[in-house]
Every structure is written in structure tokens, then in C-alpha cells.
């Protein structure tokens, strides 16, 4: 009973007043539905792409005649390099190339010369019109190769390879995607991402009112009361559960009815998931302020271990963006292992389909809890750190 | 004097607590580092063999005439296709009779992804007819694009070669393959090993350049700004601690007080600017362009844009902690606003952009360390010095307006 008060407490405390409405359940609201308009939006997934064509031929025209086909870019023509740098550094384009002059005359003669792309930051999209234009080029090669070939000695007529890049454009072999929409939605790793960030910052502030407790010896009068050690233990962690499970509740539910983004995942599940994360989420709240005493310092030693994890757990961008060496260290980071699980969930797993990630995530829970329960002890007040 | 003994004793204060020293040296070159490393990998080689292989099942109709003994009956160089090194690294390949026996595997997850090829696809490809595959992607989204990508790239290449069949007639196409393949050069798909794109680089003066730039500098402005934060802490702690009524005993002026600290914390972020500057130099190897007197004061505009914004908002607001989440608030909305996290192809929010800081600091770095001339980057300083004078302004009338005691 006691420990249900002081939970209530805590509660009241961190999310009772204005600021706590505000910057708890509200913002995290706000930056969620920001983040699930601009991916669902058709600007953010259409990527802007530069491009200087000093060609002018034949070979370059159905180089971007079958690059504006493919779904997703939108081709912008700069008169010059210099111009398409500019685009580029004002961000008005994601990444830009250049078709170098003698491009057409380099694919008939067998010699292509390289197209150049150019990129402020590489991501997703400059990755992908990399490998779409190095298709394309390939594709150019080995038709003009095909022509000058089927022409033998008496050297390519012009019209051959325009009729072959005229039929090729013509795409009668093609794939059509059959979608049982088995994978997860996209934007979901992102979306659950960023949930999972405010989840973190909201339990450390929760626990930073633990640290504040015990600096002020606030901890050490309750300790004097005629309230058991466990029950104080229990009540406070009890406190800060239950102020991540409303943000948590109010997050899923304003995402599923109010946004109306479905990821296709059992609503008692996605909870399970998320509320496993945030046991984590306490447990290395409470461990980092373990270390720090100062309850000031404390939330900025949060801010230490938040957005390296984050970043590394693949909270902002997929995982497979990454080396190798760091996706082996996303391992160790419980964000990876909620994405995960979240992902499969949203591809049709049930709770049996999850067990690993939950599991992996209870016993990091487990072992954090146990060290950060350290943060307990009254008999430390403020120290100097 | 008094100033800089209060100037003093602020920076020594900061640079004794661990939790500080962490959160301002360390922090932003983990950052740096991990953005760097996370995303400018070369993704041409390495960044794609981290994919897992995946299982795919390939569904053909059965031959009715051939008993089914034919292994993967589509022609076309299919079997060769997917036997390739290069690809059978990446897909593991099953033959099945039907396309609900896929599907099944599929929905239980025992296949990542599914192609069915139609039973006439063979024929139809030879007349010159339209034909199409369907792919069925599974559970896993970078199998899947993974998958696609290479029966995409099979099917384009097929689509072209029916083009030339077309186009040339099919007696000289299929010499011409035969001619190709006898000269050692793999017609149907093509050499891999030689590439037709060129990563190029920004700079001016056709140095490399790479993202590990543009994060050092976003990240630079906005840890710069983030001292603001310490200084807003600085300055209320002094009030909730009540050592502020003991410093007014002292005879010194609360001006000097309050110039001190900021002097203490600008002189802070300057150490933390150089410690990034330096550290990214040395041990990532950025290079932050030619002409240091201008970055030196990039620098020194942001900090003090960084000082007045805590200045500003300490003063107004009634609380310490108000301050605090105000202060982090306005960091994080301006460099989501400037691109700083990741660049947004929106007209709006590249407007809103233009009011920010962050904005006009990023372009003139960028500029910089893109080798453009010094004429070109005072552009940019010029625009972060008006903001800055805006900012010095507000904070002086905030300073007269409110003041700095109990």
C-alpha cells in the first residue's frame, strides 16, 4: 500500500504539473505525428535528383527517360555543375550527377565514360541512384556492345542502337509485385525509433526526480518513516513504470485512432514490447545515475547514453546502412532489439515469434535494474560529482 | 578583474565535473564518429554483403511434354544468372511446382521472398510479347529489395535483349550474342567488376570530400549551441543554491556577476569548438577547409548566439527547469529546421530554415570546407552576424528588463 502511494507520488510529480503535460505526453505526441506525416508523405519518399546533362545524345536522353520511369526519383536539370552544386549544398536536391560529354559517342565506341554523382551527406537515396544508374549504364554497354556485334565489319549503323534503346524503352519484360504486405510498413523502424527515444528521455527524467529525492534527503525521511525498504524500492520504480506506460498508451493511441497509422501490429503486443523497452530504459536511467550524484548532471549523462544508443540501435536510420563492426555493436543496445521486435510483429509474428528480442531485452532489464538499484541507498546526499 | 576571476572560477568548475567534460568533449566526437562511420561507409562494397542471404523460392510451371526433370526450365541464362558468385552470395534459390505452396512458405517465413515465372514466359519472350513475372516479397524489407534488385536487373536484362532481338532481327541477334560470348565478354549480363559511375567530389578544389564533413559541422554548431545550456544552468543554479545573496554581499557588482559567467561558459564552448575542431582533424582526418580565421569566427558568432539564447531565456522565464527544457527545445527545433539531422525536401520548412542560426553557420562551414573563396563565405557570416546582433540585443534589453537577482 505504501508503495502504491509513493508511486502515485512519483507520478503526480513528473507528469502532474503543466510542464510534465507539456513536455511528456504532449510533445512526444507532437514530434510522433511530425515524424509519421513527413515519411507518409509523398515529398520525403520522392527524391529530388540534380542532374547536368553535357551530353545531349541519344544514350543520355534514355539514361533519364528510364530514371524518371523508376518510381520514387523527380529529375531536375541544372544548366552547369556549378549550379547543380549549389542545388545541392541548399539542400533543394538529395544528390546530383553529371552526364559527361561523348557519353552516347562512348557507348557506341565501346568506351563509356563514368558518370559522376555527387553528394552533400550519403543516405538511402544516393546509395540507390548509384546502383540505378550503374544498371543503366551497364544495360547501354552491353546493348551498344550487342549492335556493334550484330553489325560485324561494317561498323554500326546509327539508327541500330537508337531502334534498341527505342524497343528496350518499350519494357515488355518486366516483374509485377504481388504484395501480401508480409513486411513491415515503411517508416515503422523510424516511427518506433523515435517513440522509443521520448520513452528514454521520459524515464530518466522520472529517475533524475529519484537522484533529486535522495539529494535533498527527501529519500532519507521517507527511509525514517514506518515504510519497509522494498516497499520504497518498489513505489518508486512502480512510479516511473506507470509514467511510461501512460506515455506509451497515449503515443499508441494517438498514432493508431487519431493518426490512423496502422502497422499492423496486435495493440496488447506493440504494449508488451514497448513497456519491456522501458524496463530497460529504467534500468540504464538508473544505472548512469548511479555513477553521478548530482541530479543536474545526471539527465546530461543521460543525454551521454541516449543518442549514441540510439543512432547505433537504429533508431534513425536501418541498421543494414551500417558496417558491419557496427552493426555487431547494435547488438548490445536494447533499441536494436525492440526495432526487431516491433518489425517482425508488424510482419505477422506473434508473441512466439518474439521471444528472443523480448527475452534479450528482459534480461538486460534485469541485470541494469539490479545495478541501478544502488541509487536507493538514502545514506548518500549530494555530493560533489 | 573581478570579471574574469568569476570567468575563472566558472570554467574550472565546468571542467571538474565528469558528467560536463563527458557531455562536452566526448559526446560530440562519439556522435561525429558514429554518424560518420554509420553512414559515409562506401556502400559499393561492404555495405550491402552485410545482408543476410536470402532464401528464395522460384516457382515455374511444370513442363508438362518434359516430365519436369528440367532444373529451372526459364532460358535466358537464368541458371548461370543465379549460380553467378556475386549473386548466389546473396540469394539461396528453390524450385517449387506451385504458387500457394510459396506463398505458404512464405507467410510462415520459411522463404523471404517468392518469384513466380509464368508458363509461357519463354515463348512469349521469343515473339516478342509482353511477358511478366511476379515477385512476391516476404518478412524481411532489405531481403526484399535485396531480391528485387537482382531478378529486376535479370528481367532488364532480358527485356533487352528481346529489344535487340526486335530491333536487329533475331538471326543477327543471336550471332551477335554468340559473337559476344566467344569474345570472352559475358553478353547477357555483363561484366560486374567495371564500373560506369564515379563518386565525385563538391570541393572547389577537387579535393575529396564526404559526409563525415557535413556531420562534423552540423553537429560542431549544435553542441556550440548546447552550451547554452550549461550556461542557463550556471546561471540558476547560483539562484536555487543561494549563493547568489552571498555574491552580492561581496563587493562586486551583479553585472560583473553575470558577465563573468558568461565569459566563463563562452570561454567553455571555445575550448569544447577547438577540442572538436582539432580532434575530428587529427584523429577522423576532416578537413575543415583553408582559411581558419573564418572559422575561428563562425565560432565566436555561434557562441555568442549559444550565451544570449540562454541569457534570453533564463531571464524570461520564471523557473530553472522551464529554462532548461526551453533552452533544448529551441536547440533541437532549429537544427531539425536547418537540415542538421537529416536534410527535408520541403519548400516550408527550408523557409523556416532560413531563420535559424544553425542555417546560416552550416552553409558558411560547408562552404568552407568546400574550398570556395572568402568572399563567397562572408556572405553566410555576414547573415550569422545579423542574427547574432538581433540576438545581443534582445539579451541587453532582457538583461535591463529583469536582471540577475533573487
Same mark, same amino acid.
Given at each position: $500500500? ?12 513528473? @507528469? ?10 504532449? #510533445? ?5 505525428? #511530425? ?22 545524345? $541519344? ?140 520513452? $528514454? ?19 532519507? !525521511? ?9 516497499? @520504497? ?117 506473434? #508473441? ?34 | ?30 556522435? @561525429? ?53 556475386? @549473386? ?88 551477335? $550474342? ?145 529554462? !532548461? ?18 536534410? #527535408? ?62
Amino acid at each position: $500500500m505504501s508503495s502504491l502511494t509513493i508511486a502515485w507520488n512519483v507520478i503526480r510529480r513528473t @507528469i502532474g504539473t503543466r510542464k510534465g503535460i507539456l513536455g511528456y505526453i504532449l #510533445l512526444p505526441c507532437v514530434v510522433i505525428a #511530425l515524424v509519421i506525416a513527413l515519411l507518409g508523405r509523398e515529398e520525403m519518399t520522392l527524391q529530388q535528383i540534380a542532374y547536368v546533362d553535357r551530353d545531349q545524345g $541519344m544514350a543520355s536522353a534514355f539514361l533519364l527517360e528510364e530514371l524518371a520511369g523508376k518510381p520514387g526519383y523527380a529529375l531536375q536539370q541544372y544548366e552547369d555543375e556549378a549550379e547543380m552544386k549549389e542545388a545541392l549544398l541548399s539542400k533543394k536536391a538529395a544528390v546530383g550527377f553529371t552526364i559527361p560529354a561523348g557519353f552516347t559517342e562512348g557507348v557506341r565506341s565501346g568506351g563509356v565514360p563514368k558518370l559522376l554523382v555527387y553528394d552533400l551527406m550519403t543516405n538511402e537515396a544516393t546509395f540507390t541512384l548509384r546502383i540505378s544508374l550503374e544498371g543503366l549504364a551497364r544495360g547501354l554497354a552491353s546493348s551498344a556492345g550487342l549492335v556493334k556485334a550484330a553489325a560485324g565489319e561494317d561498323g554500326p549503323s546509327g539508327t541500330a542502337l537508337g531502334d534498341v534503346l527505342r524497343e528496350t524503352g518499350m519494357h515488355r519484360v518486366t516483374a509485377v509485385s504481388e504484395d501480401l504486405r508480409l513486411y513491415p510498413r515503411k517508416g515503422l523502424s523510424t516511427v518506433t525509433g523515435f517513440t522509443l527515444m521520448f520513452l $528514454m528521455s521520459l524515464i530518466s527524467s522520472s529517475v533524475t526526480q529519484i537522484v533529486e529525492d535522495r539529494s535533498k534527503r527527501t529519500l532519507a !525521511r521517507i527511509f525514517s518513516a514506518p515504510v519497509r525498504a522494498w516497499e @520504497i524500492a518498489a513505489g518508486n520504480f512502480l512510479g516511473s513504470f506507470f509514467v511510461g506506460i501512460i506515455q506509451i498508451a497515449v503515443v499508441l493511441l494517438l498514432s493508431r485512432w487519431v493518426l490512423r497509422y496502422d502497422a499492423g501490429i496486435p495493440l496488447h503486443l506493440h504494449f508488451i514490447v514497448l513497456a519491456t523497452f522501458m524496463l530497460v530504459a529504467m534500468g540504464i536511467a538508473s544505472a548512469a545515475a548511479g555513477l553521478i550524484r548530482n541530479p543536474q548532471n545526471a539527465g546530461m549523462l543521460n543525454n551521454l547514453i541516449i543518442t549514441p544508443t540510439c543512432m547505433i540501435g537504429g533508431c534513425f536510420w536501418p541498421l543494414s546502412f551500417m558496417p558491419e563492426y557496427m552493426q555487431k555493436a547494435a547488438n548490445f543496445v536494447p533499441q536494436k532489439w525492440a526495432i526487431q521486435a516491433v518489425e517482425q510483429l508488424s510482419s505477422g509474428s506473434s #508473441l512466439g515469434g518474439i521471444g528472443i528480442p523480448l527475452l534479450i531485452l528482459a534480461l538486460m532489464a534485469f541485470v541494469l535494474l539490479i545495478i541501478g538499484s544502488a541509487i536507493l541507498r538514502p545514506s548518500e546526499g549530494q555530493a560533489r560529482g | 578583474m573581478k570579471l574574469w576571476t568569476i570567468a575563472w572560477f566558472e570554467l574550472r568548475m565546468l571542467t571538474r565535473t565528469r558528467a560536463v567534460v563527458l557531455n562536452l568533449f566526448l559526446l560530440p566526437m562519439v556522435l @561525429i564518429f558514429i554518424l560518420g562511420n554509420a553512414l559515409s561507409g562506401n556502400f559499393t562494397d561492404g555495405g550491402e554483403a552485410a545482408v543476410e542471404q536470402a532464401k528464395v523460392i522460384i516457382v515455374e510451371p511444370k513442363t508438362e511434354g518434359t516430365a519436369g526433370q528440367r532444373e529451372l526450365g526459364a532460358g535466358f541464362g537464368l541458371r548461370e544468372f543465379l549460380d553467378a558468385p556475386e @549473386i548466389s552470395q546473396r540469394l539461396q534459390t528453390e524450385s517449387i511446382g506451385s504458387r500457394d505452396d510459396a506463398v505458404r512458405a512464405l507467410i510462415q517465413g520459411n522463404a523471404d521472398f517468392a518469384v513466380v515465372i509464368p508458363a509461357d514466359f519463354e515463348e512469349r519472350v521469343m515473339a516478342g510479347k509482353a511477358a511478366t513475372w511476379e515477385l512476391i516479397p516476404g518478412k524481411d524489407s532489405m531481403k526484399n529489395q535485396a531480391a528485387t534488385m537482382v531478378f529486376q536487373a535479370y528481367l532488364d536484362e532480358v527485356n533487352r535483349v528481346q529489344a535487340a532481338i526486335i530491333a536487329l532481327g533475331p538471326k543477327a541477334a543471336v550471332e551477335a $550474342m554468340g559473337a559476344m560470348e566467344s569474345m570472352g565478354g559475358r553478353g547477357a549480363v555483363g561484366s560486374p567488376e567495371t564500373s560506369y559511375v564515379e563518386t565525385a567530389s563538391l570541393n572547389a578544389r577537387g579535393e575529396t570530400y564526404s559526409s563525415f564533413q557535413y556531420y562534423a559541422a552540423s553537429m560542431l554548431i549544435m553542441f556550440l549551441l548546447y552550451s547554452s545550456l550549461s550556461a542557463s544552468i550556471s546561471l540558476s543554479e547560483e539562484k536555487r543554491t543561494k549563493t547568489l545573496y552571498r555574491l552580492n554581499a561581496m563587493p562586486v557588482s551583479t553585472l560583473e556577476i553575470f558577465l563573468g559567467k558568461i565569459a566563463g561558459n563562452s570561454l567553455v564552448a571555445f575550448l569544447q569548438a577547438v577540442v572538436i575542431i582539432g580532434g575530428t582533424t587529427w584523429f577522423y582526418g576532416v578537413d575543415w577547409g583553408r582559411h581558419l580565421g573564418l572559422l575561428v569566427l563562425i565560432c565566436v558568432l555561434v557562441i555568442t548566439a549559444s550565451m544570449m539564447l540562454a541569457i534570453i531565456i533564463t531571464l524570461l522565464s520564471g523557473s530553472a527547469t522551464v529554462a !532548461r527544457s526551453v533552452v533544448v527545445t529551441v536547440i533541437v527545433i532549429m537544427t531539425f529546421l536547418s537540415g542538421g539531422f537529416q536534410p #527535408l525536401p520541403i519548400e516550408l520548412i527550408q523557409r523556416m530554415g532560413e531563420f535559424t542560426v544553425n542555417h546560416w553557420a552550416l552553409q558558411a562551414i560547408l562552404r568552407l570546407m568546400l574550398g570556395e573563396g572568402p568572399d563567397e563565405v562572408m556572405k553566410y557570416v555576414a547573415m550569422l552576424g545579423l542574427c547574432c546582433l538581433l540576438l545581443l540585443a534582445a539579451g541587453i534589453v532582457s538583461y535591463r528588463k529583469v536582471g540577475y537577482h533573487e
